[in-house]
Each structure stands twice: as C-alpha cells, then as structure tokens.
C-alpha cells in the first residue's frame, strides 16, 4: 500500500489502460410536499421512472401514505399508487413534461450524512455528467478534474463511458443477517458500442466506481465477452463472486453493511480488512466527499 494525491493517478495507470467511468447525471430528485388535506410535510426522493410511467419514489414519513393518497408539490401534484413496502410507494406524477417539472420543483439530494453547505449544484455532479437520472453522485467520479483528465491523456489512455441510474441499494445500509438474504434494487444501466468495442482492445479496464463495475459485470456473457445495449440490472457482488471484466477498481471508502463494501471485499479479498484499518489510522476521509483508493484485483 501507497499513499498518493488523486493527481498522480495517471502515473498509477499503464499504457493500454482504459478508464470506464459513470456519466450519469443526478436528478433534482428531492422533493418536499404536503399531503392534500392534511397538509402533513412528506419528503419524496425520486428513484427511478418506471415503463409505466410510475416514479418509484422513497417517502419519510411513509408508514401514514397509502394507495390513493395526494401529495402536494410546487407547480406539480403526485397521486400514491401503491401502499408503501420497506419505504419505498409509486407516484403518479401530474405533469405534462415530469422532467421539466422536478427540476423546478426540486433539489439535489445530497447524502443525509452531509451538514454543509455546497457552492453550487453541481459541486454534486462528476465532470462526466450528461444524463439525467440519478439519485445519488457516483462518487468515485467526483476526484476527477481536468487536470487529472490532462494526465490521462498525456499518458495516452482513453476513457470510455457507461450509465448507471445510481439508486436505492447503491446508497441503503443492508438490513439482513445473512447476505444471501439481501435483494438488491433494481437499476437502469447501458453501455454504448464504442465502450465495448474499445474495453475488447484494453490492456487492463479500470472501473471508476462501483456503479461501474457492476454495470460491465452485468453485460459479461459466460466467456468474458461483453455486449452493448440497456437493461435492468440486479447484480449482487460479493466475495466469492467471479469478475469477468473489471482489472482495477477506484472507488471511495465505504461503510459497513454496505453492499459497496460486500464489492470490494469480491475484488480484493481479505486484505481489504488491512487496507481499511490502514486507511483509518492514515485518516483518510470516508464517504461521499472523501478520499479514494485505487485497486487491484484479487483472483482467488
């Protein structure tokens, strides 16, 4: 183990490295409203927009919402269309152009651990975001900078792009005894032709966040090829999970009970017990505005 500034990481790459970064965007998806007829404050965190046309949508409080009720937001109204299950209802938003309407409507949803205050909006966007859809940052992308970006090029490694719509399970504590218990949240993910075609010719492919590695390991077919295109993904990894795609991972320091935890402890094995008791005795900063780590990966 090394310690480094974030700037140096084109000298931690090779020639023939590829970095596959997240370019999804966060939405303003924090939205607070009042419950028509009571006039009761219930904070929505939009996750996703469903084929439906449904939003699935986190409540607090939700335990008094249920099918049918109205919710009251500025310049938008949201009809519940289901009973709430683990928090999580479906909204009817009345809207003739949603998205247009939850921009103006609401917020970035910063990390509830988070009490500062920021200079801007997009000091929660990575300098990749361009598609709107997101809950939360993938914060892995947030260390970069044109500066680092220069480097990179400088060295003549390419970056390729995939899309993660960053949800509920990228962000929820786990709440199961056993891990095999644990049902991962579905999310919308998609990597384009020109991604897959430059990850074939990569000498070594370097995730840039979580998100992105389960989004490559969720397009890998049975011999390692990887296809392009768009699904749902639902991927669990853990330790013992085989990785098809990803060489080296970026990636923040991540909480217990963690499913981001439960990856990094797939890709590098047991020593990551060490890397974060190192990382904790060194200071490193935790979470969404913290420090990083570069990996390697561990085949066991």
């Not at 049902?183 to 995730?207: K, Y």
Request: with cysteine; glycine share 8%; charged share 25%.
């Amino acid at each position: 183990m090394s310690d480094h500034r974030f700037l140096d990481l084109p000298d931690l790459l090779e020639p023939g490295d590829l970095l596959v970064v997240n370019n999804t965007r966060v939405r303003s998806a924090r939205l607070v409203g009042e419950r028509v007829g009571t006039g009761g404050r219930i904070e929505i965190l939009l996750l996703e927009r469903r084929p439906d046309g449904y939003w699935e949508a986190l409540a607090k409080p939700s335990r008094r919402l249920r099918n049918g009720i109205k919710i009251e937001f500025l310049g938008m109204t949201a009809e519940v269309m289901s009973d709430p299950s683990d928090g999580v209802v479906l909204l009817d938003l009345d809207a003739d152009d949603p998205e247009a309407a939850i921009k103006r409507a609401g917020s970035i949803p910063l990390p509830p651990y988070f009490t500062g205050t920021l200079d801007g909006p997009d000091r929660y966007q990575t300098v990749f975001a361009n598609l709107a859809g997101s809950a939360a940052a993938p914060t892995a992308g947030l260390h970069f900078t044109d500066d680092v970006l220069k480097g990179v090029a400088v060295k003549g490694i390419k970056v390729a792009t995939v899309d993660l719509h960053v949800s509920l399970d990228t962000f929820r504590p786990m709440t199961t005894e056993d891990i095999k218990d644990h049902d991962m949240h579905s999310e919308w993910c998609s990597i384009p032709e020109m991604t897959a075609a430059l990850i074939v010719e990569a000498n070594r492919v370097v995730a840039v966040g979580t998100t992105v590695v389960r989004t490559l390991e969720s397009f890998a077919g049975g011999a390692g090829d990887l296809t392009s295109g768009s699904h749902h993904t639902d991927i669990f990894i853990a330790p013992g999970f085989e990785f098809r795609v990803v060489d080296a991972l970026i990636t923040n320091f991540h909480m217990p009970s963690s499913t981001l935890l439960l990856l990094l402890a797939a890709f590098i094995g047991e020593r990551w017990r060490d890397v974060y008791a190192t990382a904790l005795e060194r200071r490193y900063r935790f979470l969404s505005f913290g420090d990083a780590m570069f990996a390697e990966r561990t085949d066991s």
